[in-house]
T-cell receptor, first 109, second 118 residues
Framework: GQQLNQSPQSMFIQEGEDVSMNCTSS?????WLWYKQEPGEGPVLLIA?????ELTSNGRLTAQFGITRKDSFLNISASIPSDVGIYFC?????????FGAGTRLTVKP | GAVVSQHPSRVICKSGTSVKIECRSL??????MFWYRQFPKQSLMLMAT?????????EQGVEKDKFLINHASLTLSTLTVTSAHPEDSSFYIC??????????????FGPGTRLTVL
């Protein structure tokens, strides 16, 4: 199926720095989701966005559902080493979910 | 809430044997469960969508006779890889929709099963 355009593909940052990643699509989605996956584990839901324009925070994470319903971003503030992992965006319409290719985050202590 | 478990977490089998992977929603009823396959350093690839009490819907290119899916209850779906071959080695992940969480169809993932076929 059609994948979302997620960028950047990878990021190497210093502990304490802020991180921003985003997803775009040519299609409209009713729900945007952000997951984090660590090696050998399944994706864990970080933030779910249900309304266009919605801005939601979960601790140091903030995500927004684009007003056009075709994009979303995720920000991580004051990164720490345990933020390391792959972050996936997902657009959802009913049971049809499309994933981004993932952003691999490396945090240097 | 919305915890999904998978069993086994890791399995090694000989070529030609069948392997069954279980996916359970522990604290909610999941009318729909999904099975994904993930290759190293790649995103998740949807294999099939499973609705309780009905036949699974397979994505294009996924052999339904090779990957048997059963969703007999609202908390359990199984994926059986029949006559496994080395090319079936992969990371298999299930997810479940939790409509009771107040969302539409947000999916919650299991921890995955690493299958290695020798």
């Amino acid at each position: 199926g059609q994948q979302l355009n997620q960028s950047p593909q990878s990021m190497f940052i210093q502990e304490g720095e802020d991180v921003s990643m985003n997803c775009t699509s040519s299609s409209i989605f009713n729900t945007w989701l952000w997951y984090k996956q660590e090696p050998g584990e399944g994706p864990v839901l970080l933030i779910a966005l249900y309304k266009a324009g919605e801005l939601t925070s979960n601790g140091r994470l903030t995500a927004q559902f684009g007003i056009t319903r075709k994009d979303s971003f995720l920000n991580i503030s004051a990164s720490i080493p345990s933020d390391v992992g792959i972050y996936f965006c997902a657009g959802l319409n009913n049971n049809d979910m499309r994933f981004g290719a993932g952003t691999r985050l490396t945090v240097k202590p | 809430g919305a915890v999904v478990s998978q069993h086994p977490s890791r399995v090694i089998c000989k070529s030609g044997t069948s392997v069954k992977i279980e996916c359970r929603s522990l604290d909610f009823q999941a009318t729909t469960m999904f099975w994904y396959r993930q290759f190293p350093k790649q995103s998740l690839m949807l294999m099939a969508t499973s609705n309780e009490g009905s036949k699974a819907t397979y994505e294009q290119g996924v052999e339904k006779d090779k990957f048997l899916i059963n969703h007999a209850s609202l908390t359990l779906s199984t994926l059986t890889v029949t006559s496994a071959h080395p090319e079936d080695s992969s990371f298999y992940i299930c997810s479940a929709s939790n409509r009771l969480a107040g969302s539409t169809d947000t999916q919650y993932f299991g921890p995955g099963t690493r299958l290695t076929v020798l």
